[in-house]
């Protein structure tokens, strides 16, 4: 299903306080997250167990999802982050953040963890 | 107890009541939630407190001559090496950031060119005013927040701004009426009261409702019935009300409104409106603050700005800077450097995978004091003093004023102020070397 991804600032879900005071776990768990309308998360048959797949046509992020009635139907919102950050692009030399088009399918697979991220960023 | 000010983001408040005996802190009272993680992280357990470098794929701890060695190689190596960061440190370490590009003929670039410099460039350009914090507290009667979630990257900005009480106006918080548009209900629409404006837009239809609003302004049409950018026709009728009534008021802009569009430019389009809006405007005006996070944001582009006239974008050939059509994104899109010095950002965490992948190919040394995703992918970390804790320093308030930050405890391990690491370093490439 096509979603607009939008990336935002969220207090709860920092990854400055994450790198600094947490683990990888909790880096996982607070910033490995995205938020949908419930109306979406009904649309999407998702349960409480799976996770969302979100796709642009590059790369992928799987992530966990929870409810938030303050986001508008048809939008997907990630805290900014490096998993955020695997789906945001370079449109004319400029950075895109927001409003990017993204396919997002529910899965039973895992997040993608950190050190894969790092993994794949890191091959020099 | 004595007051201090607060380094945790570029509201930079200046209230923060702080315990110390110059060892330790051992109470601050007045910090937001992002001010107390702040002072916490001097003793954060992710702290760096000892210099490292990549040996067998590992970061290992070495002294600081090791690391100060291995750096100079990567320096010396590097014909083409990209500087970026310097938000998060004070105007004199910017300062000497920019004096090292110059040395070794480099590209140097700070957060705010992806950030709140955008628009401050655009504004420059166009003659618009900038307004202060004390100015909206004394005078304010509207505050829009367009694209901007303050309660969650600024978090005291609202308290200042709209609760308090003007020294020049008899009112406070009950003749400021409050307009927020966004297509997500943040968390500063909580603070909203019954005379305040939500405005909740359709993604992406910003635009559509600029583009009414500089019609409405030039030749008073009547706003279509169906309303605009999923907003009803009244609230649109009340939104220029109050855009061409107020006295004192203020657009605070966030990252919403500076995304690109292949059709147009939204920030060029929003700052005409409020040109026309204070054209039209008999008795008022309409000023813009621009929201950055880190708390020396604003800084970077007036120390560019005074030594070499150019707000960002600087790059040097045979020690002088030269014209040129590069940003850091085609920098790095293109492959345009060989080595770069990252200092108190994480672009490893902070840009795309399509730029960060490329930055993490190249050597890479990183000042910062505790790890972020950069730190797992650096060759060289150098761990310095929290500015505004460990050192002071001057940094530029997101109203653009400087103010001055005070050391108020040593830091763990004598570790050296951004500004001293950055001299060291320029002093050896000075001198053509390592010591």
């Known amino acids: 299903m096509e979603f607009l991804l939008n ?28 938020f949908i309308n419930p109306k979406d998360f009904e649309k999407l048959k998702l349960v409480s167990s799976q996770q ?35 789906l945001s692009v ?26 894969e991220i790092m993994q794949e960023t890191m091959v020099k | ?55 067998d794929g590992e970061l290992k701890e070495v002294s600081w001559d090791e690391a100060i060695k291995k750096a100079i190689d990567i320096i010396k190596n590097s014909s083409v090496p990209l500087l970026y960061g310097f938000s998060n440190v004070s105007c004199e370490a910017q300062d000497v950031g920019i004096k090292l590009a110059q040395k070794i003929d480099g590209f140097i670039d700070s957060n705010a060119s992806i950030c709140q410099g955008k628009i401050f460039n655009k504004a420059k350009s166009l003659g618009i005013n900038l307004t202060t914090i004390t100015e909206i507290i ?4 509207l505050i829009i927040l367009w694209g901007a979630n303050p309660a969650e990257t600024v978090p005291r900005l609202l308290n200042k701004v709209l609760f308090s009480r003007g020294k020049f106006r008899m009112t406070g ?11 997500i209900k943040t968390a500063s629409f909580r603070v909203m009261g019954v005379r305040d404006l939500p405005l909740i837009i359709e993604p992406n239809k910003d635009i559509d409702l600029i583009r009414m609003l500089k019609e409405e302004c030039c030749t008073a049409n009547s706003i279509p019935s169906q309303g605009v950018a999923g907003i009803d026709k009244n609230d649109l009728k009340r939104l220029l009300l109050h855009l061409t009534g107020a006295e004192n008021g203020v657009i605070i802009l966030g990252q919403g409104v500076i995304q690109p569009n292949p059709d147009y430019n939204l920030v060029e389009e929003l700052l005409e409106l409020l040109q026309l809006i204070n054209e039209r405007q008999e008795k008022g005006r309409i000023s813009l603050l621009l929201m950055g996070g880190h708390f020396n944001m604003a800084g970077f582009d007036h120390v560019a700005l005074s030594s070499f006239g150019v707000s960002g974008n600087l790059e040097f ?26 200092v ?64 108020i405890i040593n830091p763990p391990n004598n570790l050296p102020s951004d500004e001293e690491l950055l001299n060291q370093l320029f002093g050896l490439i000075n001198q053509g070397g390592s010591e």
């Not at chain 1, 990854?15 to 607070?30: C, D, N, P, S, W």
């Not at chain 2, 004394?138 to 009667?141: C, H, L, S, T, W």
Request: proline share 4%; glycine share 4%; with cysteine.
């Open chain 2, 138 to 141: 004394n005078k304010g009667d």
């Open chain 2, 173 to 183: 918080r009950e003749i400021k009426t409050l307009v927020i548009v966004d297509p």
């Open chain 2, 344 to 407: 108190g950002t994480d672009p490893i965490s902070h840009l795309p995978y399509s730029l960060s992948s490329k930055i993490a190919k190249k050597p890479l040394i990183l000042i910062d004091n505790h790890n972020t995703a950069t730190s797992h992918i650096a060759d060289v970390v150098f761990p310095t003093a929290i500015t505004g804790i460990e050192s002071g320093g001057l940094a530029y308030r997101l109203d653009q004023v400087p103010i001055e930050l005070n050391k």
């Open chain 2, 1 to 55: 107890m004595k007051r201090f000010t607060c380094s945790g983001c570029s509201l930079l408040c200046d209230d923060i009541i702080v315990q110390s005996d110059g060892l330790f802190i051992s109470e601050v009272i007045g910090a937001c939630l992002k001010g107390k993680e702040r002072f916490d992280l001097v003793s954060a357990k992710n702290r760096i407190t000892s210099p490292l470098i990549r040996k």
């Open chain 1, 90 to 115: 370079v449109q004319n030399n400029e950075l895109l953040y927001k409003n990017i088009v993204v396919n997002v399918e529910a899965t039973h697979d895992s997040i993608t963890k950190f050190k």
């Open chain 1, 7 to 34: 990336s935002i600032r969220k207090i709860d879900n920092d990854q400055v306080k994450e790198h600094a005071f947490g683990t990888e776990q909790t880096l996982e768990e607070r910033l490995a997250i995205c």
């Open chain 1, 52 to 86: 969302l797949k979100i796709s642009n046509k590059d790369k992928n992020v799987i992530v966990n999802v929870e409810k938030d009635d303050n986001i508008p139907e048809g939008m997907v919102v990630m805290p900014v982050s490096i998993w955020s950050n695997q």
């Open chain 2, 317 to 342: 050939k045979h020690n002088q800077m030269m014209k040129t059509e590069d940003t850091l994104v085609s920098k790095i899109e293109k492959e345009n450097f060989d080595s770069s010095i990252i």
